[in-house]
Every structure is written in structure tokens, then in C-alpha cells.
């Protein structure tokens, strides 16, 4: 009889380990999304997910272990999913003063810049932040750096939108003044939009950020710290600097 009670507590035991674990697992699932933004992360032309920030991203995985499958949404719905789900990362994310607190970080991975373009034959003259305030509307990528920035600076003449895309077309066609975009972006976002880079110039230097991967607030520190030491060994051994040679990004 106490035979059998040490074999029922020893399956139950081992039920109840299985369970847990099985439960660590699940908790400690990472989500990963991205939207497309080349040469940070885009679809090349065979249609396979490349780019700097995923091949970071890739590689660290592939040291780590992990094989999570990488999610391209737009960016306002993996925004809302790194807002309100735990285990949830999202590249490439500006560090701002506004989002510091919000998040947690694994980088930096690039340094930018952002400028204000308009049509190249614009006779538009910016000197300063003041003269960018008073030129007519600005399009900057809604609830982005450039969105987010510009309004703690106090723009009041931002005409959202949900791609750089439409501020460009919007932009060309005459319903905008001018537009906030990356200068290592501005090439892309013409030829997108159906134009050269050549129908714009650069009217005013903006400011320089750093690009992260943004984590919530809610994911276990150790995860984010073993990423982030996984990406300081990548730079130690140069693999992380081969990969911004490669995208051309030095």
C-alpha cells in the first residue's frame, strides 16, 4: 500500500513538472514583428525576408537557439502588440524621450538621420526649427519619431499619415509643403511612390536618432539582457559590422 502511494506521488510529481514547464515555455514564447522598411527589413526579390535589422536579428536567434518566426504587420498593429502583449519585440524602433520608459531596448543597430524634403524646385527656405513651423504642412509617418518629435518641439502644421509613401505622393502633387524622412530612406520612399529621388532636395537637417529593438515592458529582463549580450558578441567578433558593410550602412 505505501508502495503504491510513493508511485501515485511520484506521477503526480512528474505531472506537475511537465506542466510547469510546459507552461515556462509558453510564457517565455517571444513575439517578433517587423514592417517593411528596406534596408532595415524588406522582401527581396525572390520574396524572402532579409535586411540588416533581420539578419541581426536572425543571427541572434540562431546563437540564442530560438527559431520564433519573424511577423511583417504594419507598423500601428505591431505597435499596439508590443503596447499590450508581453514577450513582444518590434524593429526597428527610434529611442525616444517619449518612449524610453515605455519599453525596453536591444541595440543600438544604426545610427540615423532625418531631414525635412521638398519638391526640387521649391523656392521654400528653412534656417531653423521657427521658419520650418511657419512654411505650410509638414508630413511626417504618424505616431513615428519624426511624428513624435516634431510635436514635443511644438509643430502644429503636421499632416499625418500612415506611410512615407503618401506624404511623398502628397508632397509632389502640392497638398504638402514639405516631408520629415530618413536621409538613407528618402531614395526608397521616391522610387515607392512612383518618383526619383532627384524630384526632391533636402530643405533642412533635422536630428540624429539611434534604431533599437523595442521590447515590453513586461518581458522577463533576463531575456532581454541575454539579447543584448548576444549582440555585443556579435560586435566583439566583427560578425555584426560585416552585416552593416553589407547593406551598405558603415
Same mark, same amino acid.
Not at 504618424?142 to 503636421?158: A, P, V, Y
Given at each position: 500500500m505505501i508502495a503504491l502511494r510513493n508511485f501515485l506521488y511520484l506521477?503526480?510529481?512528474?505531472?506537475? #513538472?511537465?506542466?510547469?514547464?510546459?507552461?515556462?515555455?509558453? &510564457?517565455?514564447?517571444?513575439? !517578433?514583428?517587423?514592417?517593411?522598411?528596406? @534596408? =532595415?527589413?524588406?522582401?527581396?526579390?525572390?520574396?524572402?525576408?532579409?535586411?540588416?535589422?533581420?539578419?541581426?536579428?536572425?543571427?541572434? $536567434?540562431?546563437?540564442?537557439?530560438?527559431?520564433?518566426?519573424? $511577423?511583417?504587420?504594419?507598423?500601428?498593429?505591431?505597435? #499596439?502588440? !508590443?503596447? *499590450?502583449?508581453p514577450n513582444t519585440?518590434?524593429?526597428? =524602433?527610434? +529611442? *525616444? @524621450?517619449? +518612449?524610453?520608459? !515605455?519599453?525596453?531596448?536591444?541595440? @543600438?543597430l544604426l545610427s540615423i538621420e532625418y531631414g525635412l524634403y521638398v519638391k526640387a524646385d521649391s523656392n521654400i527656405k528653412i534656417v531653423n526649427l521657427e521658419d520650418a513651423k511657419k512654411i505650410g504642412l509638414i508630413g511626417v509617418?504618424?505616431?513615428?519619431?519624426?511624428?513624435? *518629435?516634431? &510635436?514635443?518641439?511644438?509643430?502644429?502644421?503636421?499632416?499625418?499619415t500612415s506611410t512615407n509613401i503618401s506624404s511623398f505622393r502628397k508632397l509632389m502633387i502640392g497638398r504638402i509643403a514639405a516631408y520629415a524622412d530618413a536621409k538613407k530612406g528618402v531614395g526608397i520612399s521616391a522610387s515607392n511612390a512612383g518618383y526619383q529621388i532627384s524630384d526632391v532636395k533636402l530643405a533642412y537637417d533635422l536630428f540624429k536618432s539611434q534604431l533599437y529593438i523595442a521590447v515590453s515592458k513586461n518581458t522577463d529582463a533576463a531575456i532581454v539582457t541575454q539579447w543584448n549580450d548576444t549582440l555585443e558578441e556579435m560586435k566583439r567578433d566583427k560578425s555584426f559590422y560585416k552585416l552593416l558593410k553589407k547593406y551598405h550602412e558603415e
Open positions: 506521477i503526480c510529481l512528474v505531472f506537475f #513538472y511537465q506542466t510547469a514547464f510546459a507552461q515556462n515555455t509558453t &510564457s517565455s514564447r517571444l513575439s !517578433l514583428y517587423c514592417e517593411e522598411d528596406k @534596408p =532595415m527589413q524588406f522582401h527581396d526579390a525572390n520574396k524572402k525576408l532579409t535586411g540588416l535589422a533581420v539578419e541581426i536579428v536572425q543571427e541572434i $536567434q540562431r546563437r540564442l537557439g530560438t527559431k520564433e518566426i519573424i $511577423q511583417v504587420v504594419p507598423w500601428s498593429r505591431g505597435f #499596439y502588440k !508590443l503596447s *499590450t502583449e519585440f518590434l524593429f526597428s =524602433m527610434a +529611442r *525616444t @524621450p517619449e +518612449r524610453e520608459h !515605455l519599453y525596453k531596448w536591444i541595440g @543600438p509617418y504618424r505616431d513615428d519619431i519624426r511624428d513624435q *518629435t516634431l &510635436s514635443r518641439l511644438g509643430f502644429t502644421n503636421l499632416d499625418r
